[in-house]
């Protein structure tokens, strides 16, 4: 029983033609001119587009003209065949064809509704990407990077503040989100809008979920360029890291969330169950990262051949991954963690060769993936063929991250301002509102499932408030933070200044900086320091001096023989190579508690040093910019 | 018309989860096993095993376990369903199955001998890969490395041989193995094996072609490793590295040579044709490959930011490999040019950085593809289904494969040495005849087609030989260094006493060494030194100076604003950065004729510089090496 029809016929297709090189090669130009509008931009030192701002705008531009330069392919689509004798899709299907087999392989399910729309023009079908490619191949690079350069002291000193806003901060998000998308969802069913549609409250809490995943790397990259504050810079950063995670797992939890009955009552077994999932995976991907990021370094002597290191620093990052998604876990998850105690631990044992192959290796492809992202969000808007705008939709979801957004930073930096000792003042609160930019995770979050109407209508709404955010906060970055007026171009060594003046002057409460989560950071530290770092690096004091006598036969094993027999050796050149690393410890350990500023002051120097590493070669640009803009405003301050 | 029958069932696909998660781990798992493996052996100074036999082999092993260990699934496999009225497949199948559309996409044709053997195990189905992959993902990164780093002057001052082994010595390599096995195959067919098959002369041809390609990159490690004589290196380099891309477009050309009559006679115009589709498609992919190793950089300032220029040069020489692609042209010889170029022109441009970054970068990206396609091959053959193991055909393309290297090497050898002032010596013949290792290229023609059962009997064959060359060459080339009395650790500096020490006693013809090809090397050298850098890099004299009086305004316009300013400056930074470049064009420049010892000197020197540069870290091993082994050996020398 099957309707037969002539179809597109098959391309004869050349033994060594490459199909997908067209639409590759159009990224390729896309980001070939992303690259040379940037570098125009930052000769230029134009401030206002960041190169995903610019490699979205290539993006649209491409897309308006892909979708109406070519013409929709005349052939009759969306022919679908019967087949009622089948119980279910096989995953390959093989068909006899005028006497000659063909191979298909499984793809998807389509809903009914779009099976018409489908492949109305073979151009536009042919720049859409799989979905899980983001997921899968674009992401991971990203993520990665983002915990591969969370080493910061800023970071720790303010553990306690990041995990509020990411954890309780992104649950507050999600769920004033998800409440207000309900009212407007509600309003449009009484107005008679989305007709027959499923629309339940967990469909309006997934798109809470999916929007709360803040990607402020605009802003970021523009507060790195001027140097503004780092303790604002790491609040930020750890933040809309942290933040990514807990978005995806949440999402994740959500869509699997089934309550038995009415998918609109409100089931406790189903809820705890989904706030067990939510546990589950994201302990689980934790566990899995953060095992992979092995003191396998530790043990051999792979220094020696640099590229078989990076090569097995890459491969064990990439297995994180995909080890964590075997097991059914989060791949993201897994590979943030592991990027952040490579960065703690392996990162250590690492040569200093490996150490710049691998920062420039993470470097590179985040580049690479961020602009491929961003570039398609703008093709996107034109290419993809099932959007749904509905403007009262598009309304109330600006409105409710706008007030997600508030909720989130406002209370939760009241709460925090009443146990830090060094408050969050009021222009870094307003800068981090104003800094909830929706990025790549939302998109990729969204882009996941685009098969029944409100999912479209989500997906048209999560792009456009990419969009919108991207340019007008992004661009608007460098205005908020004169208009604010929170300081930049801070220097390393002239913050020391200024903080010396201001400790005198004392209308700053700076000068009692320190650790803010300072019980957390510490205990967090004394453990680290004492066991962790013994056990998995090459650096820290040897773990016979730190665990009782009674473990010794347990800690002479694990500290490696190489360490043991090289101790006095290798204290000397570590300390050449993680400076940083072994002043923090020595003082700590030596004189606790520090008197203040000089804890500060060797913390902020080393911060400051880490942020530079990660530099994207500003070097001279940076230069040029503080002698010609920092100067005299450090000179007003000093 | 259908035949229905319950099928594998699609699996309940999780959103989230991803497909070839445990297939990748597998490779991951090997790779990681290859590297701790290869630096065992560095650390012991094994130099029997190479990395690539280490992966190949391990991929051997777990091609095994997992044939043996997993079994097949137990639902009916083969299940054809017959669509008499379709005339030809569609590219996307929408199939109604139990009132839910699935969406089908076209993979492939089957023959009909291969339908019954197809899926009969799941796991073993999805190691394999779509081998369009080998010649779209992993192939490029490797031959663009190999043409990156053919930036040798001994490359430059052997070009003459280099082109008469790849071009001549590739086309009689083709016709030998083509002749010997058509020869085995009509024995094949008079003992009664081959019943019912196709195979014809040019199928033999094809073999043929796709056999020609040699890939010693076992034994250039070594080479490199050991300092063989600079001269023996890049004869066997520079030849592996063209004789890859004539052996693709040759494998191309007969694939699609189609005589119009019965395929076994001679059809001149066929075969004129494909002459020409051989010539058109070298001479097309190598302009397209050229043309993008673009002048770009040279007119803007990039270098203050080497993360764009590092990802502009990435992306054009990707570019280059679409274009062609998309073009119709063969994207791999495309970014061979595109990689020989761009290291002799826009490597000049990019700053110090930015060198090492693309470097290291393109240096990462071969280990790791190369890596993959060795460990794919050992898996390979257990996971491979449709293996033809045919012991006569196996034993003719042995014979085939070394009687068609000896009549390469040999007379040719035999010819160049007529014109050539520094013969090519006996050792370093047997060096090259020994050094006919077949790897990735053949494999990845081989896989590229495996419908047919002659094409599947060639691929069996070809993965044995390669199995065989790679591990027994591969691992005799030390021995056979020692054997054949080849000197190995020449210091660039210990060489310039041994070769003084020769000119006195004038044993050796190695004083008269200097550009064989002399006059190749030197209407090319001069035409590039005088136009084609200046135009393309900022090295050089100016345009002004080497273009005819009336060339003036053109000169001016070409000679970029910034070189022309910065003249002196630039010919001082440039001094400092190609040092190498600019004593050999001044000294070819001011004193032509060089006097013989001089030129000879600076070029060893540079050249040895070069392949330093490559290095893969064994920087400290080597010196150790050095004062272990090498020196003794000079010392008898001198």
Redesign the interface.
């Given at each position: 029983m099957?309707k037969?029809k002539?179809?597109?016929?098959?391309?004869d297709e050349?033994?060594?033609?490459?199909?997908g090189?067209?639409e590759?090669?159009v990224f390729?130009?896309l980001?070939?001119l992303t690259?040379?509008t940037?570098?125009l931009f930052?000769?230029h030192r134009f401030r206002f587009l960041h190169e995903t701002g610019g490699a979205m705008l290539y993006g649209l531009v491409m897309g308006l003209i892909i979708r109406y330069s070519t013409k929709a392919s005349d052939v009759e689509s969306?022919?679908?065949?019967?087949?009622?004798?089948?119980?279910?899709?096989?995953?390959?299907?093989?068909?006899?064809?005028?006497n000659?087999?063909?191979?298909?392989?499984?793809?998807?399910?389509?809903?009914?509704h779009n099976?018409n729309g489908?492949?109305s023009n073979a151009m536009l079908q042919k720049m859409t990407f799989d979905p899980?490619i983001f997921?899968?191949i674009l992401l991971p690079p990203i993520i990665f990077h983002a915990g591969y350069s969370l080493k910061k002291r800023h970071f720790f000193r303010n553990l306690g503040s990041i995990l509020t806003y990411a954890f309780l901060g992104t649950a507050i998000s999600c769920i004033v989100i998800g409440l207000i998308m309900y009212g407007f969802v509600k309003a449009m069913v009484h107005i008679g809008q989305l007709k027959g549609w499923e629309f339940h409250f967990t469909d309006c809490l997934f798109f809470g979920s999916l929007m709360s995943a803040t990607d402020p790397v605009t802003v970021l990259a523009i507060f790195h360029e001027l140097h503004v504050d780092a303790d604002l810079y790491a609040l930020l950063f750890g933040e809309s890291v942290l933040n990514d995670a807990v978005a995806i797992v949440l999402t994740?939890s959500i869509?699997i969330y089934s309550p038995k009955e009415n998918p609109n009552t409100f089931d406790a077994a189903a809820f705890f169950q989904s706030v067990g999932n939510f546990l589950g995976i994201f302990a689980g991907s934790f566990a899995m990262g953060s095992s992979y990021a092995v003191h396998l370094t530790k043990f051999?002597?792979?220094c020696?051949?640099?590229?078989?290191e990076?090569?097995?620093f890459?491969?064990?990052s990439?297995?994180a991954f995909?080890?964590a998604?075997?097991a059914?876990l989060?791949?993201i998850v897994a590979v943030l963690f592991c990027g952040v105690t490579q960065a703690h631990y392996t990162y250590n044992n690492l040569s200093p060769?490996s150490k710049m192959?691998t920062k420039?290796?993470f470097?590179?492809m985040n580049?690479?993936a961020e602009n491929v992202i961003f570039c398609y969000m703008g093709l996107a808007l034109f290419t993809f063929q099932n959007h749904i705008f509905n403007p009262l939709f598009i309304f109330g979801a600006f409105v409710a991250v706008f007030v997600a957004r508030a909720c989130n930073i406002y209370p939760l930096s009241f709460l925090l301002n009443l146990g830090r000792k060094q408050k969050i003042p009021r222009n870094f609160q307003h800068m981090m509102m104003f800094s909830g930019l929706r990025g790549a995770i939302a998109f990729a979050l969204a882009i996941?499932?685009t098969e029944t109407q409100p999912k479209q209508m989500m997906f048209t709404t999560a792009l456009l408030i990419v969009f919108f955010t991207v340019w007008v906060f992004g661009g608007g970055t460098t205005p908020m933070l004169t208009w604010l007026q929170i300081r930049v171009f801070i220097d390393p060594d002239e913050d020391l200044k200024a903080e010396a003046a201001s400790q005198s002057a004392s209308n700053l409460d700076k000068n009692t900086t320190k650790a803010e989560s300072a019980w957390l950071f510490r205990i967090w530290y004394g453990f680290d320091h004492k066991y962790l770092k013994p056990i998995l690096t090459h650096t820290g004091p040897p773990l016979t001096t730190t665990l009782p006598e009674w473990c010794n036969p347990v800690a002479r094993f694990l500290t490696s023989p190489s360490a043991h027999g090289d101790q006095l050796k290798n204290n000397d050149t570590d300390y050449i190579i993680n400076n940083d690393e072994l002043t923090e410890n020595y003082e700590s350990s030596a004189h606790i508690p520090v008197p203040a500023q000089d804890r500060t002051s060797s913390t902020q120097a080393t911060g400051m040093a880490d942020i530079h590493e990660g530099d994207?070669?500003?070097g001279?640009?940076k230069l040029q910019l503080e002698h010609a803009a920092g100067q005299p405003e450090l000179n007003s301050l000093a």
């Open positions: 099957e037969l002539k179809y597109l016929p098959v391309k050349d033994q060594f033609y490459h199909e090189a067209v590759l090669l390729n130009f980001l070939i690259i040379l940037i570098w930052k000769n969306g022919t679908v065949y019967e087949c009622e004798k089948l119980k279910s899709g096989p995953s390959t299907l093989l068909i006899n064809i005028t000659q087999v063909y191979e298909y392989q499984y793809k998807r399910e389509i809903s009914h099976v489908h492949h899980s997921f899968n994740y869509s051999t002597k792979l020696e051949f640099p590229m078989l990076t090569g097995l890459f491969l064990l990439w297995s995909l080890s998604e075997a059914g989060t791949g060769d192959r420039q290796l470097e590179f580049f690479l996941q499932d994207l070669g500003l001279r640009y």
